[in-house]
T-cell receptor, first 116, second 115 residues
Framework: GAVVSQHPSRVICKSGTSVKIECRSLDFQATTMFWYRQFPKQSLMLMATSNEGSKATYEQGVEKDKFLINHASLTLSTLTVTSAHPEDSSFYIC????????????FGPGTRLLVL | AQTVTQSQPEMSVQEAETVTLSCTYDTSESNYYLFWYKQPPSRQMILVIRQEAYKQQNATENRFSVNFQKAAKSFSLKISDSQLGDTAMYFCAFKVPGTASKLTFGTGTRLQVTL
């Protein structure tokens, strides 16, 4: 149980285009999902907290208009990188907590984004 | 604000041996949760073990156990009978109660298990 999926696992795009990454909780409902960014050999950096049915809460320094987050259902959150540039190339990971349940966050397998 | 410190950037252990990874944290909260996550080369984050601060008993999961010292704000992970598959990055993390509360991660310890 507690499986989180992400799609796509890898994406290459041209500079200036937008890319959407999906995060799904497959066997549980998640009122809250989290989006992280991870650079090589570094820890995870929280970008935003995604709340079902309401606006996401962004961490300081993360551009809201650059990284659009939508949490339209209890099993799906999306992160859209708008007008992507090479500096947005990174590994993006989502996690989810079981609604009304445990404190543990379960992580998706991550999405590797390369912007050319 | 909470902080989590992992002072060992890299460690190495021989197969079948025991290794301990260190983690300290700083918080003014009295109730919280601590976690160890493993990130193998696949980069999938995997929960290794968790500890509730209000529980005095140290958590164990098969070959993995923790030494939780609340007064010292220390939360070390002991891996017994190390296996090659334990080679990974290990992150210590802290959170306060609430499914919407965020995890605060340490910088990680890269563990290499050798033959």
């Amino acid at each position: 149980g507690a499986v989180v999926s992400q799609h796509p696992s890898r994406v290459i795009c041209k500079s200036g285009t937008s890319v959407k990454i999906e995060c799904r909780s497959l066997d549980f409902q998640a009122t809250t999902m989290f989006w992280y960014r991870q650079f090589p050999k570094q820890s995870l950096m929280l970008m935003a907290t995604s709340n079902e049915g309401s606006k996401a809460t962004y961490e300081q320094g993360v551009e809201k208009d650059k990284f659009l987050i939508n949490h339209a259902s209890l099993t799906l959150s999306t992160l859209t990188v708008t007008s992507a540039h090479p500096e947005d190339s990174s590994f993006y990971i989502c996690s989810a907590s079981i609604a009304g349940g445990q404190e543990t966050q379960y992580f998706g397998p991550g999405t590797r984004l390369l912007v050319l | 604000a909470q902080t989590v410190t992992q002072s060992q950037p890299e460690m190495s252990v021989q197969e079948a041996e025991t290794v301990t990874l260190s983690c300290t944290y700083d918080t003014s909260e009295s109730n919280y949760y601590l976690f160890w996550y493993k990130q193998p080369p696949s980069r999938q984050m995997i929960l290794v073990i968790r500890q509730e601060a209000y529980k005095q008993q140290n958590a164990t999961e098969n070959r993995f156990s923790v030494n939780f010292q609340k007064a010292a704000k220390s939360f070390s992970l002991k891996i017994s009978d190390s296996q090659l598959g334990d080679t990974a990055m290990y992150f210590c993390a802290f959170k306060v109660p609430g499914t919407a509360s965020k995890l605060t991660f340490g910088t990680g310890t890269r563990l290499q298990v050798t033959l």
